[in-house]
């Protein structure tokens, strides 16, 4: 991270599944998750100045391996808050949205619509401060495997370069830029194959509220601890 930029935050949305069988319900429709992503994303660009760049994971490769009832109540809400983005101002005017994953082919063609929809809207207009990359259909294994592929190519058709650099080879990344800090909601203390090049230096924090639980307060408390930690880049 460069003095000119601001910090680039991962989060992990875990435990909404578990979250409704703790409440007793039956036939959750994940409204209350996509509630949670709404406050802590308006949040962090109407409160957190520090902060130009956001990584949700909202569906993994292997979430699309899950049975069909699963798939079925996270495409329905990814659909959903596809939807929804630019009904929001906020988003609409200083956001610049992308959409990531290399499984995002095998999602409902529904989902695969919306997402070109909003990545199209989202380029047109004034150039935007911040970014926010929706990763759907993403794993970090193969998003590196991609891209050696991609930078394979690339070598093949430059000869006369002996090898290929980190900073030309993080080009070929669907997230190029470094991860600063990764939140995980959940309990769980694993990583799961998000942004595995990026997380290289990312400060690490793992809480054990389930998602729609997550609140601004909790989130702001570990913004408070990240500035406190001291960040050797390894040296």
Request: proline fraction near 3%; include cysteine.
């Amino acid at each position: 991270m460069t003095k000119s930029r601001g910090i680039h935050v991962g989060i992990i949305p875990d435990g909404s599944r578990r979250w409704a069988k703790r409440n007793g319900i039956k036939n959750y429709d994940g409204a209350q998750s996509g509630e949670a992503v709404d406050k802590i994303l308006t949040h962090i660009y109407t409160k957190c100045s520090n902060v130009d760049e956001v990584s949700i994971w909202a569906l993994s490769t292997e979430n699309v391996g899950r049975d069909a009832k699963s798939r079925k109540l996270v495409y329905n809400l990814i659909l959903s808050k596809l939807g929804d983005i630019f009904d929001n101002p906020l988003i609409v005017n200083t956001v610049k949205v992308n959409i990531v994953g290399s499984a995002l082919k095998d999602v409902p063609k529904s989902i695969r619509n919306a997402a070109e929809n909003v990545v199209k809207k989202s380029s047109s207009g004034k150039k935007k401060k911040k970014t926010l990359n929706i990763c759907i259909g993403y794993g970090g294994k193969q998003e590196i495997l991609d891209a050696v592929m991609a930078s394979s190519r690339w070598l093949r058709k430059n000869p006369a370069i002996a090898k290929i650099h980190e900073n030309v080879f993080e080009n070929f990344l669907t997230v190029p830029r470094p991860l600063d800090m990764v939140i995980r909601t959940g309990g769980e203390k694993r990583l799961s194959g998000f942004m595995l090049y990026q997380i290289e230096y990312a400060e690490l924090f793992f809480t054990d509220t389930l998602w729609p639980d997550f609140t601004v307060k909790e989130f702001d408390r570990i913004m408070e601890e990240f500035r406190k930690r001291e960040r050797r880049f390894g040296k």
